[in-house]
């Protein structure tokens, strides 16, 4: 082969998309855009956990809250009170129940700030943030609802999730299913009354 022709196929593979970071589909990119639009939102979830050991579903409900850019609650009501808040980089849990109040910066959790950032990346439209921890997926259905599936890139994430489908239509995220070897997850999430 020609230097020339040598120069010619190696410039057409520096153009060529890396895997999980392929041209964006317009469907995608408004999706995100409609998302990063609301600036703030408060939701109800019904969550139930499977996991192997148990027969039965574990569930629970509660309320999520998001404020744009950065901060995400989620708070468990039931069967018992559970307090999950994201701001900026710190995260703090809180089992009033119990007395624990835990709080900590998510630099120093890279695994649990992944699993964060898939929520919070896709509320806020962030499809950078997604990229920093996951491949990302995207369809579109027949009925119009739209699909994001986030497989994690880090492989100490993916000792603990395999994969997160989070499934939405229009600005509003529906359900968010969790797949890893703990067993599954799916949150239902609805916009509060």
């Known amino acids: 082969m020609s230097h020339g022709r040598r120069a010619i196929l190696l410039a057409s593979l520096l153009i060529l998309p890396l895997p999980g970071q ?3 589909d317009p469907a995608l990119a408004r999706v ?8 703030e939102r408060r939701s109800t979830f019904t969550e139930e956990k499977a996991i192997p050991e148990i027969d039965l579903p574990l569930p629970s409900e509660g309320t999520l809250r998001w ?3 950065d901060s995400l609650e989620k708070h468990t009501t ?3 009170e559970e307090r999950i808040s994201v701001i900026r980089g710190r995260l703090t ?3 009033p129940d119990r007395g ?3 709080d900590f910066a998510l630099e120093e959790q890279p695994e649990m700030g992944a699993l964060v950032e898939a929520i919070r990346g896709t ?3 962030d499809l950078a943030s997604l990229r920093r921890h996951y491949e990302v997926g995207f369809a579109v259905e027949r009925d119009g609802s739209w699909r994001i599936t986030l497989t994690p890139l880090s492989f100490r994430v993916r000792g603990a999730v395999q994969r997160i489908l989070v499934t939405g239509e229009g600005t509003e995220i529906r359900v968010v ?3 890893g070897h703990g067993g599954v997850s799916r949150m239902r999430i609805a916009p509060a009354p």
């Open 100 to 102: 624990i109040r835990r």
């Open 67 to 69: 404020v744009a850019p």
């Open 93 to 95: 849990y809180e089992r």
């Open 32 to 39: 995100m855009a409609g998302l990063a639009s609301v600036r």
């Open 123 to 125: 509320l806020a439209g």
């Open 22 to 24: 392929a041209q964006d």
């Open 177 to 179: 299913d969790t797949e």
């Open 78 to 80: 039931w069967p018992i």
